[in-house]
């Protein structure tokens, strides 16, 4: 008989989705939850959160079950320039106005890779600047600031 064990990986992340899940269902049920056809403000995230248990629980059993390559390099430059740009963006995107803001958000995760030149983040930067600002001003009108009061720009 094959000892049991628990593939390492997997196992700390499905502890940590159904972690996760556990907390935000428990906190949603200090909402009024309602009725699915009468959704309350505690229903969706209370939905998310058991979703989110059920693949804890789907990869606790895949982890149970098989046992997979283990944990090799992390890419703490990815990390370091990629979860910075949006928490940027946020604090930014009000003071700063929407189009530099993404420039910078962008800028700022464009150098993630070792790979990527200036002059090519840059670049990046400003044509998904341009997308963006396309998208969310033309095509779906949203209203937004674009240059904030930070700056002295009123376009």
Do not use: H
Request: charged letters at 10%; a positive charge; one cysteine or more.
């Amino acid at each position: 008989m094959k000892p049991f064990a628990i593939d390492r990986a997997n196992g700390i992340c499905a502890a940590l989705l159904i972690f996760i899940g556990v907390f935000f269902a428990l906190q949603s049920l200090g909402l009024e939850i309602g009725t699915a056809f009468r959704m309350g403000p505690g229903y969706f995230p209370l939905v998310l959160a058991i979703v989110l248990i059920l693949l804890g629980a789907v990869i606790l059993v895949e982890a149970v079950r098989f046992e997979s390559e283990p944990i090799g390099y992390t890419a703490w430059r990815g990390m370091l320039f990629i979860l910075p740009a949006p928490i940027f963006f946020g604090l930014t995107v009000r003071g700063l106005g929407f189009i530099p803001s993404i420039f910078l958000a962008a800028l700022i995760a464009s150098f993630a890779s070792g790979r990527m030149k200036p002059l090519t983040a840059l670049v990046l930067s400003a044509g998904l600047t341009l997308f963006a600002f396309a998208i969310f001003s033309y095509a779906l009108g949203l209203p937004f600031r674009r240059f904030g009061p930070w700056l002295p720009l009123s376009l």
